[in-house]
């Protein structure tokens, strides 16, 4: 069985544990960073794991990845996904990779704040990646390696502020506002034989208990062994570094399809933009403050739960 991880704090400490059964058992010893709490432990020295217990009632959980890991981003990862944003999937042909800040990471039932200044907020359910090891050079991954370079899994959901991404084009800007990055609740970490389900996990996300994405990993794009040979030729990693996958189908965003974007570049930008806006003010699914949204990832034979992420969405204080 994998083994699932929390981290949190309990009586002014942080510490990190085992959960089983809605019970955690605490591993000892300190570990400053998500890289350092990978470098000392395996999958197998904490799966026969005993001691203190505490319960979820006792403690506050964290996000599993700390906030002096990398935060590296796949866009557009799922076929459906990418109609949706505009893009010809017989068409494009490459990895979209991008960064979110670290400051946006936060814990799994954080709530979700909205700028003032946002009017279009997005959601996005994501499989993360959390790595295992240095990386610093080019490496061959594969689905027979790729064990010794993922260390376990977590739920991301990407936020997103479509008014400041698309027209400025800067994702960085319009996914790294402040609690964008929720992670957890729990880090699942994989022996050797469990990477298989990387490619059958079910991703699901609610707004308000109605089901908006709801997906399968066996439908990304660029699988995690492609993606990490390609991005470990041009960038080092650390233990503990975060990789979301993409998201699948369902957000909020509507954009042109691709002959209606040819045809809105021979328009003045600011036409263009005032025509997407106003496309984007139709669409009653973005967030609004008052929306709770809902989010798990589990494999179909109960072997990896990732949780549930719960977020209130409420205003900038």
Request: glycine fraction near 6%; include cysteine; charge should be neutral.
């Amino acid at each position: 069985m994998a083994t699932h991880v929390v981290r949190f704090i309990y009586q002014h400490k942080i510490q990190w544990g085992v959960i089983r059964q809605q019970r955690i058992t605490v591993i000892p010893g300190q570990f400053a960073s998500t890289g350092d709490f990978i470098r000392a432990n395996t999958d197998s020295s904490l799966m026969e794991l005993q001691g203190d217990e505490l319960s979820l009632d006792q403690i506050t959980l964290l996000s599993p990845v700390t906030r002096d890991q990398q935060f590296v981003c796949q866009g557009a990862n799922y076929r459906q996904h990418m109609i949706e944003s505009g893009m010809d999937p017989d068409v494009k042909h490459f990895n979209m990779i991008f960064t979110k800040a670290t400051s946006c990471i936060v814990a799994a039932d954080s709530d979700l704040i909205k700028p003032r200044h946002v009017r279009f907020l997005d959601y996005e359910i994501e499989l993360g990646l959390v790595l295992k090891q240095e990386i610093k050079e080019k490496a061959q991954v594969t689905d027979s390696n790729l064990h010794e370079f993922v260390a376990g899994v977590v739920i991301v959901n990407d936020y997103s502020a479509r008014d400041v991404q698309i027209p400025q084009m800067q994702f960085y800007k319009g996914k790294s506002y402040r609690t964008f990055g929720p992670v957890g609740p729990y880090l699942c970490l994989l022996a050797p034989n469990e990477m298989k389900y990387l490619k059958t996990l079910q991703l699901r996300l609610t707004v308000n208990e109605e089901v908006r994405q709801n997906d399968n990993t066996a439908n990304l794009v660029f699988g995690p062994a492609e993606t990490l040979s390609e991005l470990s030729g041009l960038q080092d990693f650390a233990a503990g570094d975060l990789i979301a996958t993409g998201t699948p189908s369902g957000c909020a965003l509507t954009v042109p399809s691709p002959a209606k974007q040819r045809l809105g570049a021979l328009l003045p930008d600011a036409m263009k933009w005032k025509i997407f806006l106003k496309a984007q003010a139709a669409r009653t699914q973005y967030l609004k403050i008052g929306d709770v949204v809902e989010a798990s990832i589990r494999s179909g034979d109960g072997v990896i739960d990732l949780g549930l992420q719960r977020n209130h969405v409420v205003g900038e204080a």
